[in-house]
């Protein structure tokens, strides 16, 4: 997911000249615009580009329009990933599927019991709250830690390796987060380019997927495909420790 980087060339004599120092960054945000439009085409032949809001054309945070590019595609793989993580995960603890082994010492099991999945989110101790979201802290921190930013030429989307970065980690990880057992370091770029493309196209449909379960949960009928298929929640979503 993250340490193939884009290259970019600096001629040393480029540094005495300012007119060629800002062609070469209308060169480079071209190319990022360029590389945005061609993905957009090839995961959606029928609409291609389709920018209303004109935010790839913006800047944020006194960035460039490169690095406003690369936030952009970074943050649509991201929560495409997590989509796809909670939309199967819904699925499974709907179905009552869990982890055999219990919770923490005292034998307490996983709430598959406690009903649909914000329930059973509700119903696990805080205790273990606070180890899913630090080691989803600490990964979030080591992706915007290691190697080349996606903001500073990094690839978007493009999780850092572990043993690359033995220096960040407290104590030696075995594998890493992405393909550990290397199933995929021999793909050629061709192969690599067609999974990015579906990967997104089934990050976005998962984002629209887990947000419909939760807001038929949360208000009945909002989704009608799935009105009595899940059950009501009276719970709060965005409140992870109520």
Request: a negative charge; hydrophobic letters at 45%.
């Amino acid at each position: 997911m993250k340490l193939a980087i884009l290259s970019l060339l600096c001629g040393s004599a480029a540094a005495f000249a300012p007119s060629t120092s800002t062609s070469g960054s209308a060169v480079v945000a071209k190319a990022a615009m360029d590389d945005l439009e061609a993905i957009a085409v090839k995961s959606n032949p029928i609409l291609k580009y389709y920018d209303p809001l004109q935010l790839a054309s913006t800047t944020i945070w006194g960035e460039t329009n490169e690095a406003t590019i690369g936030f952009l595609r970074q943050s649509e793989i991201k929560h495409g990933r997590v989509a796809m993580a909670a939309f199967v995960g819904y699925i499974v603890q709907s179905n009552g599927i869990a982890f055999p082994w219990p919770t923490s010492f005292d034998g307490t099991p996983f709430p598959s019991a406690a009903g649909s999945p914000p329930e059973q989110w509700d119903a696990l101790s805080d205790a273990a709250k606070w180890q899913i979201i630090l080691f989803i802290g600490f990964l979030e921190w080591f992706s915007e830690s290691a190697g080349t930013h996606y903001m500073r030429g990094g690839k978007p989307g493009e999780f850092p390796k572990f043993s690359d970065n033995t220096e960040l980690i407290p104590h030696p990880v075995p594998l890493n987060l992405f393909d550990p057992f290397g199933f995929s370091k021999n793909k050629s770029e061709e192969a690599k380019a067609e999974g990015l493309i579906k990967e997104l196209n089934n990050g976005r449909l998962a984002m629209i997927g887990i947000v419909g379960f939760i807001s038929e949960q949360r208000v009945e009928g909002s989704v009608p495909l799935l009105t009595g298929l899940v059950p009501h929640y009276d719970g709060e979503t965005m409140a992870p420790f109520m």
